[in-house]
């Protein structure tokens, strides 16, 4: 029986996977700072959330983690170097890179292994290094690049115990949310739930050979 395991549920993406997920796999677990004090920022938290998994024996043939953060420290993204600041750079990085090498580290071990197994992360096109054409957003970008290169990394490593793995970094595109708002500028936009939808069927369509990737949600390949 296929399991799936939804990090960051709570919030509107990773809440609406869940909800896709419960159509079509009778078993999802769903972990949130709001319901269970996850806190991607504290290794110990992570850590000992992962352990309880393991006491259980569970192991997950799709770990989805929906975590990150646009805006840190009440901060906008930057539009120019002028008005960086250390302390939101730093709390980019805990959130959209720091967090999700500890999730590798703690949570990959529970990845089914001997089968089809997803460790899926929301990255940005943003991230992208070659695709960077207007400048700007740059604790953003540079978090999120660093996601990328971590989720490249993982990879690598994972294949090693878990040849049947998946490792991949996913672009919702502009999904619909009061964060978004100011954000979109008259571009296309999804519901959550289409967001998912959409997410989950490029997940679907995976294979070993596509470990290591950066897909968008149509499951076009971004440059990194």
């Known amino acids: 029986m296929s399991r799936a395991l939804v990090i960051g549920g709570s919030g509107g993406i990773g809440s609406a996977v869940a909800d896709v997920l419960r159509k079509n796999i009778a078993d999802v677990h769903v972990i949130s700072r709001r319901e269970h004090g996850l806190d991607i920022r504290d290794e110990r938290s992570i850590r000992d959330i992962a352990a309880i998994l393991d006491n259980r024996g569970l192991r997950f043939n799709l770990i989805f983690v929906a975590t990150g953060a646009l805006e840190v420290c009440g901060t906008p993204p930057e539009k120019s170097f002028s008005v960086i600041k250390a302390d939101a750079m730093a709390e980019a990085f805990a959130v959209n890179a720091i967090g999700p090498a500890l999730l590798i580290k703690h949570f990959s071990a529970l990845l089914a292994k001997d089968e089809r197994a997803v460790f899926a992360f929301l990255s940005a096109r943003v991230g992208s290094i070659e695709d960077n054409r207007l400048g700007g957003w740059m604790s953003y970008r540079a978090s999120k690049a660093a996601l990328n290169q971590l989720v490249k990394c993982a990879s690598v490593e994972i294949k090693r115990s878990h040849p049947n793995a998946?490792?991949?970094?996913?672009?919702?595109?502009?999904?619909?949310?009061?964060?978004?708002?100011?954000?979109?500028?008259?571009?296309y936009t999804s519901t959550p739930h289409e967001g998912a939808e959409k997410m989950l069927s490029v997940l679907d369509k995976l294979t070993a050979e596509d470990t290591g990737t950066f897909l968008d949600y149509n499951g076009e390949e971004i440059p990194w």
């Open 166 to 187: 998946i490792i991949t970094a996913l672009h919702p595109g502009t999904i619909e949310t009061p964060l978004t708002k100011k954000y979109a500028r008259g571009r």
